[in-house]
């Protein structure tokens, strides 16, 4: 069995609608739930430190990419040969990569990973709980509302994938951890409704 290999980033930046402390399920009642759940950040790290961890995306999805079209010329007669009538032999190609670079100086790295999985003996979703730490390394119990502007380092492995009708060959940045260095949390606190304060109504305490 191959071990799996982390990475870390460098320190950075959540976006917005990042959900660490519970995870997404999508909207079922639209028709874009996902039972499983999903853990998901999208974390924004000045280039300069980004290269790095850029070279090494790029050089799995290369090496992956390059093996699937070898494949794929191998395999190439047979999959004609069971091809319908009229229909087109989908060809190998490329999808998105799983970070963007901005114009501000700045690349935009996009983590995931499922909050559950599939017990096999019974078919019951289990869960998986993100793992969250301090600055320190010490695990998080009370995580609390992690929104974006929080400053996080994330652990995390890397997996190539094919490509599909749906999507082209790419990477898949799994997270696995999360380090929480600077709090700001969901809903903004008490700065909300700072600019429309009514004079006189109801407060707090006052009844």
């Known amino acids: 069995m191959i071990k799996k290999e982390f990475h870390f980033t460098p320190v950075g930046i959540a976006d917005d609608y990042c959900s660490i402390q519970k995870p997404d399920y999508g909207n079922p009642e639209k028709g874009f739930g996902n039972p499983r759940g999903v853990y998901k950040v999208d974390l924004t790290v000045p280039s300069c430190d980004a290269q790095p961890l850029i070279d090494k995306i790029n050089k ?20 004609l040969k ?9 060809e190998p190609s490329e999808g998105n990569m799983p970070y963007f670079e901005s114009d501000d100086g700045t690349v935009t790295f996009k983590f995931a990973s ?15 709980v993100l793992k969250v730490v301090d600055s320190k390394g010490k695990r998080i119990d009370n995580v609390p509302a992690i929104s974006g502007g929080s400053e996080l380092k994330a652990r995390f492995s890397m997996f190539p994938y094919g490509f599909s009708a749906v999507a082209g060959a790419s990477v898949k940045l799994q997270l696995d951890s999360v380090m929480l260095l600077k709090l700001v949390e969901f809903g903004g606190g008490d700065d909300e409704w700072g600019d429309e304060i009514v004079e006189g109504g109801y407060e707090v305490g006052l009844g």
């Open 60 to 79: 799995l999805h290369e090496e992956n990419y390059a093996a699937i079209c070898e494949q794929f010329e191998v395999d190439r007669p047979e999959l």
């Open 82 to 90: 069971k091809l319908g009538r009229g229909k087109t032999l989908l």
């Open 114 to 128: 499922y909050a559950s999985y599939v017990d096999k003996k019974t078919e019951e979703l289990k869960p998986l």
